[in-house]
């Protein structure tokens, strides 16, 4: 346990007993190393820290106010010139501008995106491998379907990894805004 673990924690444990004057003198030594926020952090890990400085003002302890250097000392930087977030900005669009898409190497890499995505789907997914068993079994002779019956699982992944590189294309392009099923399936992160 750290220095800062053990005064906080002696703290916490003076103003649950009421011995707050005792807990203020620790309190006010200990602010020569530590700042205030740093202690009720220490002191209660089960709790949030501004729930342990609710606590210990409740018991009359007196704290810093929230806005001293006591309290926090690092705080938030100098707010942004209109000046610097032009600049950020235009630092952005130009990097955009240097950053897009050869499209040569676009075309190279819808095919081979296309046969990576068919690959997983029929090594990887149970659909793949259901329709690899049905056309084994056709091929065998156990059982006496129609090709097109026996394959239709790997069909399908042929239909569905077609479109979805497609899809791919056209949002890496900045054709397409992603879909309602991407949107859907993010849970609680909507536009």
């Given amino acids: 346990m750290s220095e800062c673990e053990e005064i906080a924690t002696t703290i916490n444990r003076l103003v649950k007993a009421g011995y707050i004057a005792k807990a203020q003198e ?13 202690l009720p952090m220490s002191a209660d890990k089960k709790v949030n820290a501004y729930t342990t400085i609710a606590a210990w003002k409740k018991a009359g302890l007196r704290l810093p106010a929230e806005d001293t250097e006591e309290f926090y000392p690092y705080r938030d930087s100098p707010s942004v010139t209109e000046e610097q977030l032009k600049t950020e900005v235009d630092k952005l669009k130009e990097k955009m501008r240097t950053s897009t898409m050869n499209p040569v190497m676009f075309l190279i890499q819808l095919p081979l995106r296309f046969i990576l995505a068919l690959i997983s789907f029929t090594f ?14 056709k091929v065998i002779g156990d059982i006496h379907w129609q090709w097109w019956v026996a394959a239709l699982p790997l069909e399908y992944g042929v239909i569905y990894c077609l ?26 992160r909507r536009n």
């Fill in 163 to 188: 479109y979805m590189t497609i899809d791919g294309a056209l949002y890496r392009a900045g054709l397409k805004d992603v879909g309602g099923y991407a949107r859907f399936t993010q849970g609680g």
């Fill in 26 to 38: 620790l309190l006010e030594l200990s602010l020569d190393d530590y700042f205030v926020l740093q």
């Fill in 124 to 137: 990887g997914g149970w659909i793949g491998r259901a329709g690899i068993a049905l056309v084994l079994l």
